[in-house]
């Protein structure tokens, strides 16, 4: 079994861990949040007193942490007072500049790195059901697998440095588009007197089948486990979904990629956001469509 630091013990992080300490490894944790580490430590998860003392006897170090600058400057701190050989696992969504920076900084100090974003939300987290999406070297990656399973549903080696931050940023794009998309048709359907179960009999099975669709759809009614079936709840919180489609646009300006449609959603959930639903589910984008406030 392995000695794991966990840095970043919020929503996700803490049944992450949790999962860790279930599998039978020795998990140091640390946040800056008191409540936090008292949930983790009802969890099984030793508490160290600062990110440091966490990492200092750890073979692996795994960071589940807000955005790119909480990554760097954590990285910044930890990798000199690593061990030798440890490995970093950064879990948190990052813009892929970050990411590689990330990267550097732990190659700096000979040591192997992997970013490993994850989709699947909170339940995923509890359930041990994450899909990770991982970059990094060969090297680096078969170490990190077995660490990743018993938090993982799927494990994806995306490519070198970065590439799980960019297949991330790539998905919650289409989903983002996607979801608009889906959610635009209901309202046409509404306002043309098609009722919503039709129109899911059609699409559902037809060209304009999309998971948007079929697993997360956007009425209440066809999909009976969707979020729109109480009240948009959460779910992926509309704020999160914008955090995304921003790291979308950046990653499509600094690379040179036309992304019409992405810069759209994310005006879209800019504006839901700003109207006070950052909140809310980012499926329920529709009762903005139809005008509602
Ligand atoms: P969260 O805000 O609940 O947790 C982040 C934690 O990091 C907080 O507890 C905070 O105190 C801690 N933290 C910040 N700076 C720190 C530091 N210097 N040292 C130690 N701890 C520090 O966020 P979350 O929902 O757990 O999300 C974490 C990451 O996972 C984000 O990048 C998010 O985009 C991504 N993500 C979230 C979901 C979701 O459904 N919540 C799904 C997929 C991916």
């Not at 070198?160 to 998905?171: E, L, M, R, T």
């Not at 999309?210 to 779910?235: I, M, Q």
Request: aromatic share 6%; glycine share 12%; proline share 5%.
């Amino acid at each position: 079994m392995t000695t794991i630091a966990f840095i970043g013990l919020g929503n996700m992080g803490n049944p992450m861990a949790a999962n860790l300490v279930k599998a039978g490894h020795t998990v140091l944790g640390f946040d800056l949040v008191p409540e936090n580490l008292e949930i983790a430590r009802a969890n099984g998860v030793t508490i160290a007193a600062d990110s440091g003392a966490a990492v200092k006897d750890a073979e692996v170090i795994v960071t589940m942490l807000p955005a790119g600058k909480h990554v760097i400057s954590v990285y910044e701190e930890i990798a000199p007072k690593a061990a030798k050989g440890a490995l970093f696992i950064d879990s948190s969504t990052i813009d892929v500049e970050s990411a590689r920076k990330a990267h550097a900084i732990a190659a700096s100090h000979n040591l192997l790195s992997v970013d490993a974003p994850v989709s699947g939300g909170t339940g995923g987290a509890a359930a041990g059901t994450l899909t990770f999406m991982a970059g990094g070297s060969k090297e680096a990656f078969t170490k990190a697998e077995p660490i990743l399973q018993p938090m993982a549903g799927r494990i994806v080696h995306c490519g070198d440095a970065g590439a799980g931050q960019a297949a991330k940023i790539c998905n919650n794009m289409i989903l983002g588009i996607s979801m608009i998309g889906v959610g635009e048709a209901f309202v046409l359907a509404e306002k043309l007197g098609l009722s919503h179960q039709a129109l899911y009999d059609v699409a559902s099975t037809s060209s304009g089948q999309c998971w948007s669709l079929t697993t997360y759809c956007p009425v209440p009614g066809p999909v009976p486990a969707s979020p729109a079936n109480r009240d948009y709840k959460p779910g992926f919180a509309a704020a999160l979904m914008l955090k995304d489609l921003k790291l979308s646009q950046e990653a499509a300006q600094a690379a040179g990629a036309a992304t019409p449609l992405g810069a759209e959603a994310t005006q879209l959930y800019a504006l839901f956001n700003a109207a006070g639903h950052g909140g809310t589910d980012f499926s329920g984008i529709i009762r903005f469509l139809r005008g509602e406030q």
